[in-house]
């Protein structure tokens, strides 16, 4: 139990690199894949977030939206800072 917890703690630190706010949604939808295809590179993260880039293929419908998702979403706003929404005309 302590490994799972480890690795999921790991993808969400390195699944996308500094920039990233992963959830403990996201680890807990990959971490079964990362057991099963990337078991060699535990408790690597970076070792493990590369297997499973490499396997999307084979990734979990679940991991495959953590993975898929577009890098801007992943980020988060800053703090204290209100979005800036602009009218256009289309």
Same mark, same amino acid.
Request: negative net charge; charged residues 25%.
């Given at each position: 139990m302590g490994k799972l917890a480890a690795v999921a703690g790991l993808l969400v630190m390195a699944a996308a690199g500094p920039a990233s706010a992963y959830t403990q &949604? %996201? &680890?807990d939808a990959c971490t079964p894949d990362a057991f099963r295809l /990337?078991?060699?590179a535990?408790? %690597?993260a970076d070792r =493990? $977030? =590369? /297997?499973? $880039?490499d396997n999307k293929r084979h990734l979990s419908p679940a991991c495959?939206?953590?993975f898929n998702r577009p890098a801007t979403a992943r980020k988060a706003p800053p703090p204290g800072r209100p979005l800036r929404i602009h009218? $256009? %005309?289309f």
């Open positions: &949604a %996201d &680890a /990337c078991q060699y535990i408790p %690597d =493990v $977030t =590369v /297997c499973l $880039t495959k939206i953590v009218r $256009t %005309d």
